[in-house]
């Protein structure tokens, strides 16, 4: 290995003439760093086990069933079938690096796709309630940046980056990770204002995800931060003297985005027109206000609980109150009339059900999961076939989230060679193509942690978990980008959030994950500092071509346009040594257009 | 006059101009399209000050009249300014009454007594008009009362019935970018990154550091080699069309952070002296901006600037001999940049916050309020005035919903709408960038919301 002060020289040598337009050295990188100190985004951990992306592994294969029996001499894979599992590992996980995607050739997407569902759980709140505990004992010293009492509301960050750059339950990560985007809280309007509401509802998310949708749509409402959110927190049955009625919030949002959206449905997804050829409405005004009567008489849960306490608990489930529930009949969906006299809870199971047996939830929420995971327009036959899945998991149940799993990413339009359909494809959320570069380029930590505030992210790239602007997520998935998208009649959601200070930025962050070396890496105090190690591509790199192709599978699963090889490979003969030519390399992949868009 | 020519003339190093936001006016989703054709023969320019945290403004303007006076000091206790420390401003207000300064803003009392600088008292978020019975028989407030991101959003979105990602600047954007020549740089400018104020759905802010030349850049490509290597990927042609979109997105960002350091570098050089602090150099920055006006092809530009840490639950007292001071005096050196530049009378400077303080005390600070008061500066401004109504301050007032925190009685609507229509808005258009404008200022009313603009 090169030390830091070869490096530097090296760099210098080479690259004098335009040390400029060289990362190392420039004031902008220097204010970068000062930056990231002072929010204290950073890092972290060498270490512990799993350190430097050693995803998931051998003990994982031995707890499933999946009869899954090893060759002592495993079969080479073949180049397409290392593309096919890139691609795969693109969609289902945070990102591989080529050993893993290897790994996951060899193993079969079928039988990784079984063993992730078996992984533990890698929950966030618990790290963040230790991580408090610790602070409160006194652990982190006055002079850290964050200071103490700045601490505990930045580690959901810290836990989730932690989470997305080494745990092993990949799957799961990225799946809820989606979810989050569709039921969605965030720390913009209050949540962030406290320590444990964003982690813990993760977790509900984390949880549910390979569970069932009931399962995961009643936790989520019955959740204190959707109820601090969409203020069905405390909310009381009318009083019409005093001209106060239900709110309407919560029961608005649940059925627009979280269950059935706005028009019904075909079990394809296509919606259904009425004589004039309008959409017709999944519900009425009149159906919301039934709903906001179910979800009336819940407050917060936990020690003295009693409905209208001030005091919030965001860690344990809302109660029900009845004599704060709306009473009487309320006429649901479909016909569907929940009795009267019934208690709020059962009130509030019997329009879960009422909501979970809708048609439109299986091509709505199925859409959506393709459209996080693996394309923007799915053909109405691939939307049917994952809410097949969702009616019927093969088993007669119904919204079983690992049928649904498997359809969304073992569909034959999904597997099907890049190219056979001219609409496939979508652009990658920035934030991912942030974790990606982490892991499949070996991130290491100098702590036992890989934390990150992800501010300086945020703020470059208009996105951060949980921290969507409006309940209506970071992206619409219906957004179609003006040009020639839309005159093609796609949708592009990420499109969205693809601003031009956000695109310059992704780039440049990409370029200061790719120098860390020389430059530092991501810092904070006190959890150290983390960077990724390129010394896979530096050995690559003798050979122009051979690193082209190597990036060409791990990034871009063979879709790398011919001229853009040319591009990248005109300017890496011109560079030398070895360690830059493979750096130069993977900041030019990063930031082109074949990487931003999977096909 | 701006000549949209002498931007466009400019050479794109990439040579494709590339705005992906404000290129499609056709397909603005709006009813009404009239601003976004019309083009403006002067230029004007809206400058947000975000106070951040929930300034408590009722130690920024207090009354100074002795019964009041008596009655602000029997409310506040230890968070009271003594009378004789205030700044007096002259005259007296629409009221009757007289108020002073914090004794540290001479700058701005100066600004006041030259009729620069006005106050809007006790304005805030609303969704009609309340008081105190209303609140507590529960008449509908703005979501989140006391919540910092709720309050802070509604300041910005001018909705405080829903939670919205579009700002009234960004709305005026949709409507109004249009009369800025086409060449992706957006008439929002902010000095703070993303923000709510300067986001549409058609737009969004172009954001701009305070320091170097602002524009955010492709590290590097001011040299040869990286900008050769970068031009090199991006010649490349694509065979799907969102890669081409997002190289077309790209590419144009880059062009457009070149383009934007090259005419801010062109424009007239600003001589006024700043101070060091970020709130004077961000302002630096701003009064650049618009001294390169004619250079960006801008008849109508925002600007949004965040100042941190106004939420003092501790140490309110010290916080703000600290820290009014920087707002103050970074105001009065952006009047003389303005002044020097010959635009003081087209540029419209107005501060928001959170809230307004818990007049009582928690014995360090104050917490979380509802009202509050602003400021406005400008040459168009009607200085030397306080609008609004400033409360009647009394432990039984009818405003009070607790703690002395005082409903607002003028609407951020109403102080915006007078903004918004000084800025070229239509009366006709008002609602598409205030939705609820209407239920504080009506569409036959021919006298402006507040009175404060000429």
């Known amino acids: 290995m090169l030390t830091h002060a070869n490096r530097k020289s090296i760099v210098n040598r080479r690259f004098r003439p335009a040390r400029g337009a060289v990362a190392p050295g420039s004031t902008a990188i220097r204010r970068v760093v000062t930056w990231l100190s002072v929010w204290a985004v950073g890092a972290l951990l060498i270490g512990c086990g799993g350190g430097g ?21 495993q079969a080479q894979p073949t180049e397409s079938e290392l593309n096919a599992a890139s691609r795969f590992a693109s969609r289902a996980s945070l990102g591989m690096n080529y050993d893993q995607i290897r790994a996951l050739s060899i193993k079969g997407h079928d039988s990784w796709l079984e063993e992730q569902f078996a992984l533990p759980v890698e929950y966030h709140d618990e790290m963040v309630a230790d991580l408090i505990q610790r602070t409160e004992d006194g652990e982190f010293d006055e002079a850290t940046q964050p200071d103490p009492d700045v601490l505990p509301f930045v580690f959901r ?12 339950d990949v799957l799961r990560q990225r799946v809820a990770f989606a979810l989050s985007e569709i039921f969605v809280v965030s720390e913009v309007g209050g949540l962030g204002d406290t320590e444990r509401a964003l982690p813990n509802f993760y977790d509900v998310l984390l949880a549910r995800a390979f569970g069932n949708y009931r399962s995961l749509l009643r936790a989520v409402t019955l959740h204190p931060s959707m109820g601090f959110y969409l203020s069905h927190v405390n909310n009381s049955k009318a009083d019409p003297d005093n001209n106060i009625y239900p709110d309407e919030n919560f029961a608005r949002e649940n059925m627009q985005l979280f269950s059935i959206g706005l028009y019904k449905m075909n079990p394809n997804g296509s919606y259904q027109y009425d004589a004039n050829g309008d959409p017709i409405p999944a519900y009425t005004d009149d159906d919301i206000r039934e709903f906001a009567k179910v979800f009336t008489g819940l407050s917060w849960g936990g020690e003295n609980a009693r409905f209208g306490r001030k005091w919030a608990n965001y860690v344990v489930p809302m109660e029900m109150f009845d004599e704060y529930h709306e009473p009487g009949v309320k006429k649901l969906l479909n016909g569907f009339e929940v009795p009267a006299g019934q208690t709020g809870m059962e009130d509030i199971e019997d329009a879960i059900d009422n909501i979970f047996n809708h048609a439109n939830v299986g091509p709505f929420i ?13 053909s109405p036959e691939y939307v049917g076939r994952v809410a097949e899945a969702f009616a019927d998991n093969g088993l007669g149940v119904r919204g079983d989230m690992k049928a649904v799993i498997r359809s969304v990413l073992l569909d034959p339009e999904a597997t099907a060679d890049p190219g056979t359909y001219a609409q496939f494809g ?39 978990p949980l921290s969507s602007p409006s309940v209506f997520n970071f992206f619409l998935p219906s957004h179609m980008p003006a040009g020639e998208i839309a005159e093609a009649n796609l949708v592009a959601p990420e499109f969205q959030i693809t601003t031009n200070p956000a695109v310059i930025g992704i780039s440049n962050l990409a370029q200061h994950m790719i120098w860390a070396d020389e430059i530092g890496g991501v810092q904070s105090p006190p959890f150290g500092e983390m960077s990724v190690n390129l010394h896979e591509y530096g050995v690559l790199a003798t050979d122009v071509q051979g690193l082209i192709d190597r990036l060409d599978m791990v990034l871009t699963y063979g879709t790398l346009s011919e001229a853009t090889r040319d591009a990248i490979g005109a300017t890496l003969v011109t560079i030398a040594d070895p360690v830059e030519r493979a750096k130069w390399a993977i900041y030019l992949f990063l930031i082109s257009p074949d990487f931003a868009v999977m096909l | 006059m701006v000549s949209r020519r002498s931007f466009l003339g400019h050479g794109c190093s990439l040579g494709v101009a590339a705005t992906t936001l404000t290129s499609s006016m056709a397909t603005l989703g709006f009813a009404r399209q009239a601003a976004a054709q019309q083009s403006f023969s002067d230029y004007k320019a809206l400058v947000c000050v975000c106070l951040n945290g929930g300034n408590d403004s009722y130690n920024m303007l207090v009354p100074v009249d002795s019964d009041q006076h008596t009655e602000y000091e029997s409310i506040r206790t230890d968070l009271a300014l003594e009378q004789s420390s205030l700044l007096t401003l002259p005259g007296a207000s629409n009221d009757g009454r007289s108020y002073g300064l914090h004794p540290n803003m001479s700058e701005t009392f100066d600004l006041y007594g030259d009729s620069d600088i006005a106050f809007i008292a006790n304005v805030g978020t609303l969704i009609d008009y309340v008081d105190a019975a209303a609140v507590e028989a529960g008449a509908r407030v703005p979501l989140g009362i006391g919540s910092h991101n709720d309050q802070i959003a509604q300041w910005q979105t001018a909705r405080p019935d829903k939670r919205v990602p579009e700002g009234w600047g960004g709305r005026l954007a949709d409507l109004m970018q249009g009369v800025n020549a086409d060449n992706g740089i957006s008439m929002n400018i902010s000095l703070a990154g993303t923000n709510a104020f300067q986001s549409g759905k058609r737009t969004v802010e172009y954001a701009i550091n305070r320091d170097g030349d602002g524009a955010r850049r492709i590290w590097g490509y001011e040299g040869e080699w990286k900008k050769t290597i970068i031009d090199r990927l991006f010649e490349a042609e694509h065979d799907h069309p969102f890669r081409r979109e997002y190289k077309r997105r790209l590419v144009g960002a880059i062009d457009t952070g070149e383009r934007f350091v090259e005419a801010i570098r062109n424009g007239t050089p600003v001589d ?46 010290d916080n703000h001999v600290r820290m009014l001071p920087e707002i103050s005096l970074g105001l009065a050196e952006f009047k003389s940049a303005l002044i020097e530049l010959g635009v003081f009378d087209q540029v419209s400077t107005f501060t928001i916050s959170d809230f307004g303080r818990t007049l009582t005390t928690n014995g360090k600070g104050s917490d979380h309020g509802w009202g509050g008061h602003q400021m406005v500066m400008g040459g168009a401004v009607r200085g030397g005035q306080i609008y609004g109504d400033y409360p009647t301050l009394s432990a039984s007032s009818p405003l009070d919903v607790g703690r002395g925190v005082y409903v607002p009685t003028t609407a951020v609507d109403q102080y915006f709408a007078e903004l918004a229509l000084w800025f070229g808005v239509s009366q006709t258009d008002l609602p ?22 000429a």
Do not use: C, M
């Open chain 1, 53 to 73: 992306g050693g995803g998931s592994s051998a003990p994982a294969s031995q707890n499933t069933a999946a009869p899954t029996i090893t060759p002592l001499i």
């Open chain 1, 157 to 168: 960050r810290y836990v989730w980056w932690h989470r997305a750059l080494s745990s092993d």
């Open chain 1, 366 to 378: 199925g859409r959506q999961l393709i459209q996080r995971l693996v394309t923007s327009n799915p």
């Open chain 1, 426 to 464: 979508k652009l990658r959320e920035p934030i991912l193509r942030i974790v990606s570069i982490g892991r499949q380029f070996h991130i290491q930590s100098t702590s036992d942690y890989f934390f990150h505030g992800g501010y300086w992210f945020q703020n470059q790239l208009r996105q951060h």
């Open chain 2, 272 to 317: 006024t002296t700043f101070s060091e602090g970020d709130f004077s150099a961000g302002l630096r920055q701003i009064a650049r901006v618009i001294a390169a006006r004619e250079q960006f092809g801008a008849s109508r530009q925002t600007f949004f600037i965040n100042v941190w840490g106004w939420d003092h639950h501790d140490e309110v007292l």
């Open chain 2, 432 to 453: 598409l960038v205030l939705p609820n404008v209407r239920r504080f200022y009506s569409a036959s009313d021919t006298s402006p919301p507040l009175g404060f603009l």
